[in-house]
């Protein structure tokens, strides 16, 4: 998995969650903070430009912060894939397991071999 899958494979992440918090919030009013935020994800998500790394943080933490309860619903992935003030929401030990996944990611890509990062995931959680 090289950076441009793992980019990728986090937008299909995201793009799932902000399409299950819409779907979530589309029965509140427009004006509504968490259906606006909800949007917001959306957008984020559907143009993944360069808004991606300038925002993301941001809305996570806007989530996580004004709307805890969604935060079980959130892929912990997305908390490492943006860093910053996200990795306030993840313990120590997670950490250092999101540590490890991407130095090996890292390790593949330099070898320019197949990286799965679900079973390097199961595999560091003694999930097999």
């Known amino acids: 998995m090289n950076d441009e899958q793992y980019r990728d494979y986090n937008i299909a992440l995201l793009r799932a969650f ?5 779907e979530r919030t589309q029965a509140l009013a427009a004006e509504d903070g ?3 935020l ?8 559907d143009v993944a ?7 993301g943080a941001g ?13 079980p619903t959130f892929p912990r992935e997305l908390l ?21 996944l991407e130095e090996q990611r890292l390790q593949c890509a330099a070898r320019e071999e197949r990286f799965d990062l ?9 999930l097999q």
């Open 18 to 22: 902000s399409q299950t918090l819409c």
């Open 34 to 36: 968490l259906r606006a």
């Open 38 to 45: 909800a949007l917001e994800f959306q957008h984020l998500a």
């Open 49 to 55: 430009g360069d808004q991606l790394y300038h925002q």
């Open 59 to 71: 809305l996570i933490v806007r989530l996580f912060t004004t709307h805890p309860e969604f935060a």
């Open 80 to 100: 490492w894939f943006f860093g910053g003030d996200c990795l306030h929401f993840m313990p120590d030990k997670e950490i250092s397991l999101y540590q490890q």
């Open 118 to 126: 679900q079973a390097a995931r199961a595999k560091l959680l003694n």
